[in-house]
């Protein structure tokens, strides 16, 4: 199993432009979510899915868009970027809602925006 | 929402001492809470992890404490080594949503 993967690495956007970071799992995992992770902060929950076809806002939603049109499928869509969103960006996974909660992260999106 | 708070935000200790890490939560229904060790560049990774059912968990050097009715939780490292240098993160959970506190960094001194 290739566990959570995320793509790009790495990625330089201007103010204004738009992309999306893709998240893919092959475990099978119900729950998928995206963090963002600034120095001092912690992590903070950006959108979540518990299953195909339903997602729902975390703590820090504003400026970004989630779809789950497949269980292994969870892409991250900035609209507009700008310079507050420059961060690090990490999709998780877990198997259930509830019983095994433990979640598996991604390696993880550099994102700058100048 | 939930609020977790995490002290100290740095832990310098030397070599085969321990190190503590205290976490506070507000959510009176959250009911898991892990530890995750992140290392410079890499992913956060789960270390240990205790539901609200359980009072304290131990693996080999690590162990977690929580104590529901004062809403806190702790990490006890015992006989630190300088492979145990990363930034530690504990969070909070009511089932999915993890709120996660600020980090830990801990040096270990040869």
């Known amino acids: 199993n290739a566990g959570v993967t995320q793509t790009p690495k790495f990625q330089v956007l201007k103010t204004g432009q738009s992309m999306t970071l893709q998240c893919a799992q092959d475990?099978?995992?119900?729950?998928m979510s995206w963090y963002r992770q600034d120095p001092g902060m912690g992590l903070r929950l950006i959108h979540y899915?518990?299953?195909?076809?339903?997602?729902d806002q975390g703590e820090v939603p504003n400026g970004y868009n989630v779809s789950r049109s497949t269980t292994e499928d969870f892409p991250l869509r900035l609209l507009s970027a700008a310079p507050s969103q420059t961060s690090v960006y990490f999709c998780?996974?877990?198997?259930?809602?509830?019983?095994?909660?433990?979640?598996?992260f991604g390696p993880g999106t550099r994102l700058t925006v100048t | 929402g939930e609020n977790v708070e995490q002290h100290p935000s740095t832990l310098s200790v030397q070599e085969g001492d321990s190190a503590v890490i205290k976490c506070t939560y507000s959510?009176?229904?959250?009911?898991?809470f892990p530890w995750y060790k992140q290392e410079l560049g890499k992913r956060p990774q789960l270390i240990i992890d205790?539901?609200?059912?359980?009072g304290e968990k131990k693996d080999q050097r690590i162990a977690v404490t929580l104590n529901k009715t004062a809403k806190h939780f702790s990490l006890h490292i015992t006989e630190t080594q300088p492979e145990d240098s990363a930034v530690y993160f504990c969070?909070?959970?009511?089932?999915?949503?993890?709120?996660f506190g600020a980090g830990t960094t801990v040096t270990v001194r040869a």
């Open positions: 998780a996974s877990s198997q259930s809602t509830s019983g095994n909660l433990e979640q598996y």
């Open positions: 475990m099978n995992h119900e729950y």
């Open positions: 899915s518990v299953g195909a076809g339903i997602t």
């Open positions: 959510d009176s229904a959250s009911n898991y």
């Open positions: 205790i539901r609200s059912n359980v």
């Open positions: 969070a909070a959970s009511n089932d999915y949503k993890l709120s």
